[in-house]
Protein backbone atom coordinates (compact mmCIF):
# COMPACT_ATOMS: atom_id res chain seq x y z
CA UNK A 1 0.00 0.00 0.00
CA UNK A 2 1.61 3.63 -1.04
CA UNK A 3 0.69 4.96 2.29
CA UNK A 4 1.86 8.52 0.63
CA UNK A 5 -1.45 8.20 -2.31
CA UNK A 6 -3.82 6.80 0.25
CA UNK A 7 -3.72 9.68 2.59
CA UNK A 8 -4.41 11.60 -0.62
CA UNK A 9 -7.12 9.65 -1.58
CA UNK A 10 -8.29 9.15 2.54
CA UNK A 11 -8.35 12.91 2.43
CA UNK A 12 -10.38 13.17 -0.96
CA UNK A 13 -12.90 10.58 0.37
CA UNK A 14 -13.03 13.08 3.95
CA UNK A 15 -13.46 15.89 2.44
CA UNK A 16 -16.23 14.97 0.11
CA UNK A 17 -18.25 14.09 3.13
CA UNK A 18 -17.09 16.59 5.89
CA UNK A 19 -16.86 20.74 4.80
CA UNK A 20 -13.80 21.84 6.83
CA UNK A 21 -10.41 20.80 4.77
CA UNK A 22 -8.48 20.72 8.24
CA UNK A 23 -11.38 18.74 10.10
CA UNK A 24 -11.10 16.36 6.64
CA UNK A 25 -7.49 15.83 7.25
CA UNK A 26 -7.77 15.91 10.94
CA UNK A 27 -10.16 12.53 10.02
CA UNK A 28 -7.80 11.60 7.54
CA UNK A 29 -5.30 11.11 10.46
CA UNK A 30 -7.04 9.59 12.95
CA UNK A 31 -7.70 6.94 10.01
CA UNK A 32 -4.11 5.95 9.49
CA UNK A 33 -3.62 5.97 13.19
CA UNK A 34 -6.05 3.77 13.95
CA UNK A 35 -5.58 2.03 10.69
CA UNK A 36 -1.87 1.26 12.02
CA UNK A 37 -2.30 0.62 15.56
CA UNK A 38 -4.47 -2.10 14.52
CA UNK A 39 -2.86 -5.33 13.48
CA UNK A 40 -5.86 -7.20 12.45
CA UNK A 41 -7.06 -4.31 10.11
CA UNK A 42 -3.80 -5.24 7.84
CA UNK A 43 -4.61 -8.32 6.41
CA UNK A 44 -3.95 -10.00 3.05
CA UNK A 45 -6.21 -7.99 0.51
CA UNK A 46 -8.55 -6.48 3.07
CA UNK A 47 -6.32 -3.34 4.14
CA UNK A 48 -8.04 -0.68 1.98
CA UNK A 49 -11.39 -2.25 3.04
CA UNK A 50 -10.53 -1.60 6.46
CA UNK A 51 -8.77 1.96 5.68
CA UNK A 52 -12.13 3.24 4.26
CA UNK A 53 -14.62 1.56 6.66
CA UNK A 54 -12.49 3.32 9.26
CA UNK A 55 -12.52 6.32 7.14
CA UNK A 56 -16.32 5.89 6.71
CA UNK A 57 -17.36 5.49 10.01
CA UNK A 58 -15.32 8.57 11.68
CA UNK A 59 -17.02 10.93 9.13
CA UNK A 60 -20.17 9.64 10.55
CA UNK A 61 -19.36 10.06 13.79
CA UNK A 62 -18.28 13.63 12.34
CA UNK A 63 -21.42 14.50 10.86
CA UNK A 64 -23.09 13.34 14.05
CA UNK A 65 -21.50 15.40 15.96
CA UNK A 66 -21.38 18.72 13.87
CA UNK A 67 -24.15 18.31 11.49
CA UNK A 68 -23.69 21.65 9.92
CA UNK A 69 -20.37 21.08 8.70
CA UNK A 70 -21.27 18.07 6.67
CA UNK A 71 -21.21 18.15 3.06
CA UNK A 72 -20.59 21.42 0.66
CA UNK A 73 -16.69 21.41 0.36
CA UNK A 74 -15.51 23.76 -1.58
CA UNK A 75 -14.97 23.01 -5.64
CA UNK A 76 -11.50 23.08 -7.25
CA UNK A 77 -10.96 22.66 -10.82
CA UNK A 78 -7.93 23.59 -12.34
CA UNK A 79 -9.29 26.11 -15.06
CA UNK A 80 -6.06 25.51 -17.20
CA UNK A 81 -6.28 21.81 -17.57
CA UNK A 82 -8.00 20.60 -20.41
CA UNK A 83 -11.86 19.72 -20.05
CA UNK A 84 -11.95 21.17 -16.69
CA UNK A 85 -15.75 22.32 -17.48
CA UNK A 86 -17.05 18.55 -17.93
CA UNK A 87 -15.17 17.90 -14.54
CA UNK A 88 -16.83 20.68 -13.05
CA UNK A 89 -20.20 19.49 -14.38
CA UNK A 90 -19.36 15.94 -13.45
CA UNK A 91 -18.94 17.21 -9.95
CA UNK A 92 -21.88 18.95 -10.08
CA UNK A 93 -23.84 15.68 -11.02
CA UNK A 94 -22.28 14.02 -8.51
CA UNK A 95 -23.34 16.58 -5.33
CA UNK A 96 -27.02 15.95 -6.93
CA UNK A 97 -26.91 12.46 -5.78
CA UNK A 98 -28.52 10.93 -3.19
CA UNK A 99 -25.79 10.63 0.14
CA UNK A 100 -24.85 6.77 -0.63
CA UNK A 101 -24.68 7.09 -4.23
CA UNK A 102 -22.45 10.06 -3.83
CA UNK A 103 -19.99 8.24 -1.56
CA UNK A 104 -20.35 4.91 -3.59
CA UNK A 105 -19.01 6.88 -7.14
CA UNK A 106 -16.46 8.67 -4.47
CA UNK A 107 -15.16 5.21 -3.27
CA UNK A 108 -15.03 3.92 -7.06
CA UNK A 109 -13.53 6.78 -8.98
CA UNK A 110 -11.78 8.87 -6.59
CA UNK A 111 -10.38 6.70 -4.18
CA UNK A 112 -10.47 3.66 -6.57
CA UNK A 113 -11.26 1.17 -4.67
CA UNK A 114 -12.23 -1.94 -6.61
CA UNK A 115 -15.98 -2.95 -6.91
CA UNK A 116 -15.25 -5.93 -4.44
CA UNK A 117 -13.90 -3.50 -1.48
CA UNK A 118 -16.71 -1.31 -1.83
CA UNK A 119 -19.13 -4.13 -1.34
CA UNK A 120 -17.71 -5.39 1.55
CA UNK A 121 -17.90 -1.91 2.90
CA UNK A 122 -21.49 -1.46 2.47
CA UNK A 123 -22.04 -5.23 3.41
CA UNK A 124 -23.40 -6.60 -0.14
CA UNK A 125 -22.75 -8.81 -2.77
CA UNK A 126 -20.22 -8.08 -5.51
CA UNK A 127 -23.26 -8.26 -8.19
CA UNK A 128 -24.94 -6.14 -6.01
CA UNK A 129 -22.70 -3.21 -5.77
CA UNK A 130 -21.64 -3.60 -9.16
CA UNK A 131 -25.07 -3.52 -10.24
CA UNK A 132 -25.66 -0.22 -8.31
CA UNK A 133 -22.77 1.68 -9.15
CA UNK A 134 -23.87 0.61 -13.22
CA UNK A 135 -27.47 2.05 -12.31
CA UNK A 136 -25.81 5.72 -11.09
CA UNK A 137 -23.40 5.57 -13.74
CA UNK A 138 -26.75 5.47 -16.60
CA UNK A 139 -28.26 8.05 -14.52
CA UNK A 140 -25.60 10.21 -14.27
CA UNK A 141 -24.16 10.40 -17.41
CA UNK A 142 -27.87 10.94 -18.63
CA UNK A 143 -27.43 13.96 -16.58
CA UNK A 144 -24.32 14.96 -18.33
CA UNK A 145 -25.77 14.63 -21.74
CA UNK A 146 -28.30 16.91 -20.49
CA UNK A 147 -26.18 19.30 -19.88
CA UNK A 148 -24.48 19.46 -22.45
CA UNK A 149 -27.38 19.55 -24.82
CA UNK A 150 -28.32 22.86 -22.97
CA UNK B 1 -20.54 12.43 -25.12
CA UNK B 2 -20.06 9.01 -23.61
CA UNK B 3 -16.55 9.40 -23.64
CA UNK B 4 -16.06 13.40 -22.43
CA UNK B 5 -18.21 11.37 -19.13
CA UNK B 6 -16.01 8.87 -18.42
CA UNK B 7 -12.71 10.63 -18.98
CA UNK B 8 -14.40 14.00 -16.73
CA UNK B 9 -15.40 10.78 -14.57
CA UNK B 10 -11.48 9.21 -14.28
CA UNK B 11 -10.33 13.17 -13.31
CA UNK B 12 -13.11 13.65 -10.64
CA UNK B 13 -10.49 13.71 -7.94
CA UNK B 14 -9.16 16.63 -9.47
CA UNK B 15 -12.04 18.88 -8.34
CA UNK B 16 -11.62 17.53 -4.63
CA UNK B 17 -9.25 19.56 -2.54
CA UNK B 18 -5.53 18.58 -1.69
CA UNK B 19 -4.35 18.16 1.94
CA UNK B 20 -2.25 20.63 3.32
CA UNK B 21 1.08 19.79 2.07
CA UNK B 22 2.87 20.25 5.29
CA UNK B 23 0.39 18.71 7.45
CA UNK B 24 0.77 15.82 5.32
CA UNK B 25 4.47 15.99 5.54
CA UNK B 26 4.40 16.03 9.00
CA UNK B 27 2.07 13.18 9.73
CA UNK B 28 3.28 11.08 6.87
CA UNK B 29 7.27 11.44 8.02
CA UNK B 30 6.26 10.48 11.56
CA UNK B 31 4.66 7.66 11.13
CA UNK B 32 7.95 5.52 10.61
CA UNK B 33 9.08 6.86 14.24
CA UNK B 34 5.51 5.85 15.52
CA UNK B 35 5.57 2.51 14.02
CA UNK B 36 9.06 1.23 13.43
CA UNK B 37 7.90 -2.01 13.32
CA UNK B 38 5.21 -1.72 9.84
CA UNK B 39 8.05 -0.49 7.70
CA UNK B 40 6.10 2.49 6.28
CA UNK B 41 8.29 3.94 3.25
CA UNK B 42 6.87 7.31 2.55
CA UNK B 43 9.08 7.72 -1.16
CA UNK B 44 9.76 10.87 -2.21
CA UNK B 45 7.89 13.20 0.30
CA UNK B 46 9.36 16.20 -0.26
CA UNK B 47 8.95 15.87 -3.82
CA UNK B 48 4.51 16.14 -3.77
CA UNK B 49 3.15 17.91 -6.26
CA UNK B 50 6.47 18.03 -8.56
CA UNK B 51 6.54 16.13 -11.60
CA UNK B 52 8.94 12.80 -11.21
CA UNK B 53 11.90 14.32 -13.30
CA UNK B 54 12.48 16.55 -10.68
CA UNK B 55 13.96 13.84 -8.52
CA UNK B 56 16.41 12.49 -11.44
CA UNK B 57 19.36 14.50 -10.69
CA UNK B 58 18.55 13.32 -7.25
CA UNK B 59 18.69 9.78 -7.74
CA UNK B 60 21.88 9.80 -9.77
CA UNK B 61 24.04 11.48 -7.35
CA UNK B 62 22.99 8.92 -4.72
CA UNK B 63 23.44 5.77 -6.80
CA UNK B 64 27.15 7.05 -7.30
CA UNK B 65 27.34 8.04 -3.84
CA UNK B 66 25.96 4.37 -2.78
CA UNK B 67 28.20 2.88 -5.38
CA UNK B 68 31.15 4.56 -4.31
CA UNK B 69 30.44 3.67 -0.57
CA UNK B 70 30.23 0.32 -0.97
CA UNK B 71 33.21 0.38 -3.02
CA UNK B 72 35.45 1.61 -0.06
CA UNK B 73 33.24 -0.57 2.16
CA UNK B 74 34.14 -3.49 0.24
CA UNK B 75 37.49 -2.94 -0.15
CA UNK B 76 38.32 -1.74 3.52
CA UNK B 77 36.15 -4.87 4.16
CA UNK B 78 38.41 -7.23 2.06
CA UNK B 79 41.63 -5.68 3.10
CA UNK B 80 42.18 -4.00 -0.34
CA UNK B 81 42.98 -0.68 1.66
CA UNK B 82 45.27 -1.24 4.05
CA UNK B 83 44.02 -0.25 7.15
CA UNK B 84 47.05 0.72 9.16
CA UNK B 85 47.67 -0.06 12.36
CA UNK B 86 49.36 2.91 13.67
CA UNK B 87 52.09 2.62 15.63
CA UNK B 88 52.69 6.58 15.46
CA UNK B 89 54.59 8.14 18.26
CA UNK B 90 54.94 11.78 18.97
CA UNK B 91 57.50 12.99 20.55
CA UNK B 92 57.87 16.40 21.78
CA UNK B 93 60.89 17.93 23.12
CA UNK B 94 61.46 21.49 24.44
CA UNK B 95 64.00 23.64 25.47
CA UNK B 96 63.97 26.72 27.21
CA UNK B 97 67.31 26.88 29.16
CA UNK B 98 69.42 27.42 26.38
CA UNK B 99 66.21 28.31 23.81
CA UNK B 100 67.33 25.34 21.31
CA UNK B 101 65.17 22.66 20.18
CA UNK B 102 66.02 19.95 19.00
CA UNK B 103 64.42 18.47 16.03
CA UNK B 104 64.56 15.71 14.08
CA UNK B 105 65.60 16.16 10.97
CA UNK B 106 63.02 14.63 7.95
CA UNK B 107 60.39 13.96 10.73
CA UNK B 108 58.42 17.32 10.64
CA UNK B 109 56.37 16.18 8.10
CA UNK B 110 53.81 13.49 8.25
CA UNK B 111 54.08 10.79 5.89
CA UNK B 112 52.27 8.46 4.62
CA UNK B 113 53.65 5.13 3.47
CA UNK B 114 51.71 3.43 2.39
CA UNK B 115 49.32 4.24 -0.41
CA UNK B 116 47.53 7.13 0.46
CA UNK B 117 44.20 6.62 2.70
CA UNK B 118 43.52 10.15 3.23
CA UNK B 119 41.75 9.58 -1.06
CA UNK B 120 39.40 7.21 0.46
CA UNK B 121 36.68 9.11 1.63
CA UNK B 122 34.63 7.68 4.51
CA UNK B 123 37.14 5.89 6.08
CA UNK B 124 39.33 7.71 8.38
CA UNK B 125 36.36 9.13 9.94
CA UNK B 126 34.33 6.57 10.29
CA UNK B 127 36.50 3.60 10.15
CA UNK B 128 39.18 4.91 12.20
CA UNK B 129 37.66 7.13 15.20
CA UNK B 130 40.86 6.45 17.35
CA UNK B 131 43.24 8.88 15.27
CA UNK B 132 40.78 11.36 16.74
CA UNK B 133 42.75 10.68 20.29
CA UNK B 134 46.01 11.73 18.32
CA UNK B 135 47.24 15.75 19.15
CA UNK B 136 49.07 15.86 15.88
CA UNK B 137 48.69 19.70 15.96
CA UNK B 138 51.74 21.44 17.09
CA UNK B 139 53.74 18.59 17.66
CA UNK B 140 56.47 16.97 15.60
CA UNK B 141 56.12 13.63 14.60
CA UNK B 142 58.50 10.47 14.12
CA UNK B 143 56.96 8.42 11.66
CA UNK B 144 57.66 4.83 11.94
CA UNK B 145 57.76 2.53 8.89
CA UNK B 146 54.28 1.55 7.86
CA UNK B 147 52.36 3.93 10.17
CA UNK B 148 49.42 6.01 8.94
CA UNK B 149 49.64 9.57 8.82
CA UNK B 150 46.38 10.85 10.34
CA UNK B 151 45.42 14.43 8.17
CA UNK B 152 42.25 13.67 9.21
CA UNK B 153 42.22 13.61 12.86
CA UNK B 154 40.03 15.37 14.72
CA UNK B 155 40.94 18.67 16.68
CA UNK B 156 42.73 17.71 19.93
CA UNK B 157 41.19 16.14 22.19
CA UNK B 158 41.11 17.23 25.80
CA UNK B 159 41.82 14.32 27.63
CA UNK B 160 45.09 13.70 26.15
CA UNK B 161 48.16 15.70 27.27
CA UNK B 162 49.21 18.13 24.88
CA UNK B 163 52.56 19.32 23.70
CA UNK B 164 51.62 23.02 25.19
CA UNK B 165 50.92 21.69 28.47
CA UNK B 166 54.26 20.63 28.88
CA UNK B 167 56.51 22.35 31.39
CA UNK B 168 57.70 25.83 30.69
CA UNK B 169 60.61 26.23 33.31
CA UNK B 170 64.50 26.70 32.11
CA UNK B 171 65.41 23.80 34.35
CA UNK B 172 64.51 21.59 32.24
CA UNK B 173 67.51 20.33 30.37
CA UNK B 174 68.65 19.70 26.89
CA UNK B 175 66.79 16.49 25.35
CA UNK B 176 68.80 14.52 22.48
CA UNK B 177 67.51 13.89 19.40
CA UNK B 178 64.31 12.30 20.02
CA UNK B 179 63.94 8.72 18.43
CA UNK B 180 60.71 6.59 17.95
CA UNK B 181 60.10 5.54 21.37
CA UNK B 182 58.81 2.02 22.30
CA UNK B 183 55.15 1.82 21.95
CA UNK B 184 52.96 1.74 25.07
CA UNK B 185 49.13 0.77 25.26
CA UNK B 186 49.11 3.04 28.38
CA UNK B 187 46.90 6.56 28.13
CA UNK B 188 49.99 8.77 27.72
CA UNK B 189 51.19 10.85 30.38
CA UNK B 190 52.98 13.80 29.97
CA UNK B 191 56.14 12.92 31.49
CA UNK B 192 58.67 15.80 30.88
CA UNK B 193 60.84 16.65 28.60
CA UNK B 194 59.14 14.24 26.20
CA UNK B 195 55.87 11.78 25.64
CA UNK B 196 55.01 8.96 23.80
CA UNK B 197 51.38 7.23 22.72
CA UNK B 198 50.53 4.87 20.94
CA UNK B 199 46.84 4.82 20.03
CA UNK B 200 45.13 1.07 19.97
CA UNK B 201 44.69 -0.47 16.59
CA UNK B 202 42.58 1.10 14.14
CA UNK B 203 39.70 -1.51 13.14
CA UNK B 204 36.90 -1.45 10.29
CA UNK B 205 34.24 -3.79 12.12
CA UNK B 206 31.65 -5.27 9.58
CA UNK B 207 28.37 -4.27 10.60
CA UNK B 208 25.69 -6.58 8.41
CA UNK B 209 23.24 -7.06 10.49
CA UNK B 210 19.66 -6.84 8.66
CA UNK B 211 16.29 -5.26 9.75
CA UNK B 212 13.19 -8.53 10.11
CA UNK B 213 10.10 -7.92 7.76
CA UNK B 214 8.07 -8.01 11.47
CA UNK B 215 8.24 -8.73 14.79
CA UNK B 216 6.51 -9.62 17.86
CA UNK B 217 6.37 -7.47 21.43
CA UNK B 218 6.76 -10.22 24.28
CA UNK B 219 4.86 -9.08 27.18
CA UNK B 220 6.36 -9.90 30.62
CA UNK B 221 3.32 -11.61 31.78
CA UNK B 222 2.78 -15.64 31.92
CA UNK B 223 2.47 -16.80 28.48
CA UNK B 224 -1.22 -18.08 28.26
CA UNK B 225 -0.65 -20.86 25.56
CA UNK B 226 2.26 -22.98 25.00
CA UNK B 227 1.48 -25.36 22.23
CA UNK B 228 3.57 -28.75 21.68
CA UNK B 229 6.95 -27.39 20.47
CA UNK B 230 8.07 -28.48 17.23
CA UNK B 231 11.05 -30.26 16.43
CA UNK B 232 13.67 -27.07 16.97
CA UNK B 233 15.55 -28.33 19.20
CA UNK B 234 18.93 -26.94 20.20
CA UNK B 235 22.25 -28.83 18.87
CA UNK B 236 21.87 -32.46 19.92
CA UNK B 237 25.44 -33.11 20.65
CA UNK B 238 26.57 -35.62 18.32
CA UNK B 239 25.63 -33.19 15.78
CA UNK B 240 28.71 -32.90 12.80
CA UNK B 241 29.15 -29.36 11.89
CA UNK B 242 28.81 -28.78 8.53
CA UNK B 243 31.95 -28.12 5.73
CA UNK B 244 30.84 -25.42 4.81
CA UNK B 245 29.74 -24.07 7.97
CA UNK B 246 31.08 -20.75 10.20
CA UNK B 247 31.74 -21.41 13.43
CA UNK B 248 32.04 -17.98 15.25
CA UNK B 249 31.37 -17.23 19.27
CA UNK B 250 29.27 -14.23 19.84
CA UNK B 251 27.95 -12.36 22.10
CA UNK B 252 23.64 -11.80 21.74
CA UNK B 253 22.90 -8.08 21.65
CA UNK B 254 19.75 -7.80 20.34
CA UNK B 255 16.68 -10.67 19.68
CA UNK B 256 13.99 -10.31 17.79
CA UNK B 257 11.00 -12.47 17.80
CA UNK B 258 8.90 -12.91 14.48
CA UNK B 259 7.21 -15.54 12.38
CA UNK B 260 7.47 -16.33 8.88
CA UNK B 261 5.42 -19.12 6.97
CA UNK B 262 3.45 -19.64 10.61
CA UNK B 263 6.70 -20.46 12.12
CA UNK B 264 8.07 -18.23 14.69
CA UNK B 265 11.57 -17.38 14.19
CA UNK B 266 14.04 -15.29 16.20
CA UNK B 267 16.37 -12.69 14.76
CA UNK B 268 19.76 -12.36 16.74
CA UNK B 269 21.45 -10.10 16.11
CA UNK B 270 25.00 -10.63 17.49
CA UNK B 271 28.70 -9.56 17.55
CA UNK B 272 31.07 -11.75 17.33
CA UNK B 273 33.15 -12.52 19.92
CA UNK B 274 35.77 -14.88 18.43
CA UNK B 275 35.87 -16.42 14.84
CA UNK B 276 36.90 -20.11 14.06
CA UNK B 277 36.34 -20.16 11.06
CA UNK B 278 34.78 -17.39 9.10
CA UNK B 279 36.14 -14.02 7.19
CA UNK B 280 34.43 -12.09 10.32
CA UNK B 281 36.91 -10.79 13.44
CA UNK B 282 35.98 -9.56 16.81
CA UNK B 283 33.52 -6.90 16.83
CA UNK B 284 31.70 -8.20 13.65
CA UNK B 285 28.25 -7.56 13.61
CA UNK B 286 25.83 -10.44 11.76
CA UNK B 287 22.36 -11.42 11.99
CA UNK B 288 21.48 -15.12 12.64
CA UNK B 289 18.19 -16.46 12.38
CA UNK B 290 16.99 -19.82 14.52
CA UNK B 291 13.98 -21.40 14.22
CA UNK B 292 11.77 -20.64 17.33
CA UNK B 293 10.68 -18.08 19.54
CA UNK B 294 7.44 -16.15 20.20
CA UNK B 295 4.05 -14.67 18.15
CA UNK B 296 1.25 -13.57 19.00
CA UNK B 297 -1.39 -15.95 20.10
CA UNK B 298 -4.08 -14.15 17.41
CA UNK B 299 -1.38 -15.04 14.85
CA UNK B 300 -0.54 -18.63 16.05
CA UNK B 301 -4.18 -19.90 15.99
CA UNK B 302 -4.87 -18.19 12.99
CA UNK B 303 -1.94 -19.94 11.26
CA UNK B 304 -2.26 -22.84 12.80
CA UNK B 305 -5.84 -23.75 13.11
CA UNK B 306 -5.46 -27.51 13.38
CA UNK B 307 -4.10 -26.33 16.86
CA UNK B 308 -6.82 -24.56 18.08
CA UNK B 309 -7.78 -26.30 21.77
CA UNK B 310 -11.61 -24.81 21.48
CA UNK B 311 -11.00 -22.38 24.34
CA UNK B 312 -12.65 -19.08 22.93
CA UNK B 313 -10.18 -16.77 23.86
CA UNK B 314 -11.08 -13.06 24.52
CA UNK B 315 -9.58 -10.59 21.91
CA UNK B 316 -7.11 -8.88 24.70
CA UNK B 317 -5.70 -12.13 25.06
CA UNK B 318 -5.05 -12.88 21.67
CA UNK B 319 -3.37 -9.70 20.88
CA UNK B 320 -1.18 -9.08 24.51
CA UNK B 321 -0.12 -12.72 24.64
CA UNK B 322 1.89 -15.09 22.92
CA UNK B 323 2.55 -18.46 21.69
CA UNK B 324 6.23 -20.30 22.16
CA UNK B 325 7.38 -22.13 19.84
CA UNK B 326 10.57 -23.14 21.29
CA UNK B 327 11.53 -24.09 24.87
CA UNK B 328 15.39 -22.78 24.66
CA UNK B 329 15.26 -19.06 24.14
CA UNK B 330 18.67 -17.27 23.88
CA UNK B 331 19.29 -14.45 26.41
CA UNK B 332 20.61 -10.93 25.01
CA UNK B 333 23.85 -10.53 26.46
CA UNK B 334 25.12 -13.90 26.15
CA UNK B 335 28.02 -15.45 24.49
CA UNK B 336 27.10 -18.41 22.60
CA UNK B 337 28.96 -20.78 19.84
CA UNK B 338 27.17 -19.99 16.27
CA UNK B 339 27.58 -22.40 13.23
CA UNK B 340 26.26 -20.91 10.43
CA UNK B 341 25.47 -21.56 7.34
CA UNK B 342 24.62 -18.93 4.49
CA UNK B 343 21.61 -20.84 3.14
CA UNK B 344 19.24 -18.92 3.50
CA UNK B 345 15.29 -20.08 2.84
CA UNK B 346 13.45 -17.20 1.09
CA UNK B 347 11.47 -16.11 4.16
CA UNK B 348 14.57 -14.91 6.00
CA UNK B 349 15.74 -11.27 4.95
CA UNK B 350 18.67 -11.61 2.73
CA UNK B 351 22.04 -10.96 3.90
CA UNK B 352 21.21 -13.10 7.49
CA UNK B 353 22.65 -16.06 8.50
CA UNK B 354 20.33 -19.39 9.51
CA UNK B 355 21.90 -21.23 12.69
CA UNK B 356 22.78 -24.43 11.21
CA UNK B 357 23.61 -25.25 14.85
CA UNK B 358 23.45 -23.35 18.02
CA UNK B 359 25.52 -24.49 20.93
CA UNK B 360 23.81 -23.12 24.01
CA UNK B 361 25.64 -25.58 26.45
CA UNK B 362 29.62 -25.12 26.51
CA UNK B 363 29.32 -29.06 26.02
CA UNK B 364 28.23 -28.46 22.86
CA UNK B 365 30.51 -26.10 22.29
CA UNK B 366 33.36 -28.00 23.16
CA UNK B 367 32.06 -30.71 20.86
CA UNK B 368 31.79 -28.36 18.27
CA UNK B 369 35.87 -27.18 18.53
CA UNK B 370 36.90 -30.21 18.81
CA UNK B 371 35.18 -31.50 15.27
CA UNK B 372 36.46 -28.16 13.43
CA UNK B 373 40.30 -28.39 15.03
CA UNK B 374 40.43 -25.43 17.37
Redesign the interface.
Known amino acids: MDIQEQYRKVFEYCSSRIASPETAEDLTQETFLRFLEHPEYQENGKEMQYLYTIARNLCIDEYRKAPDEAKGEPLQADRQAEGWLDRLAVREILDGLPEEEREIIVLRYVAELSVREISHIFGVSWFAMNRRIQHILAQMRRDFEKEGSV | ?2 R ?2 R ?14 PL ?2 AK ?2 GS ?1 PR ?2 PE ?1 K ?4 F ?1 HM ?1 GKPLYYGIPAAVIAVLLITAGTGVYRNVSDRKVPVLTPTETVTVTENTGNETVTEPPAATERTNTTEDTAAQPGISETEAPVSGTMPFVQTDSVPTPGTDAVQTAPPLDETVPQATQLPQTGDIPQVDTPEPTVPSPKEPEPTAPGFSYEPPPVTAFRDERVTPYSSYTVPDEVLEYTPPPNDHSALPPSSIVPANALVVMGRIDTIWYTQSGGEAWMQLDITITQSYRSSYQTGDKISVYLKGGYMSL ?1 DYLTLHPEREDGFEYPDAALQQSAAAEFGNIPRTGTEQLFVLTPNIPSDVPYGAYTGALYAPSSYDAQNILQQIGS
Do not use: G, N
Open positions: MSKFKALKALHTTFPKPDREFLLQYKIAVPLSA
